[in-house]
């Protein structure tokens, strides 16, 4: 019998996928930059029997890290 394999998929932004939840008392989203905040995260999955967590890149930036940018 094959097994399955939890794994998580996440990266370390805001996302668009979870619109809303903002507005959830226990949303902690804004945290993302925190390192206890992925600890957290990761305690959580593992609670939960999840296999592991993949990090997705992300090819856009922020419109505060965009601004900082100069073209030459």
Not at 19 to 47: N, T
Request: a neutral charge; charged letters at 15%; aromatic letters at 16%.
């Amino acid at each position: 019998m094959t097994q399955m394999r939890l794994f998580a998929f996440d990266f370390t932004g805001p996302a668009h996928l979870s619109a809303g939840l903002w507005r959830h008392p226990q949303d902690r989203g804004s945290q993302y930059k925190s390192v206890q905040y992925w600890i957290d995260y990761a305690r959580m999955l593992e609670q939960a029997c999840f296999d592991g967590i993949f990090f997705a890149d992300t090819s856009a930036t922020t419109m505060s890290t965009a601004a900082t940018w100069t073209l030459r």
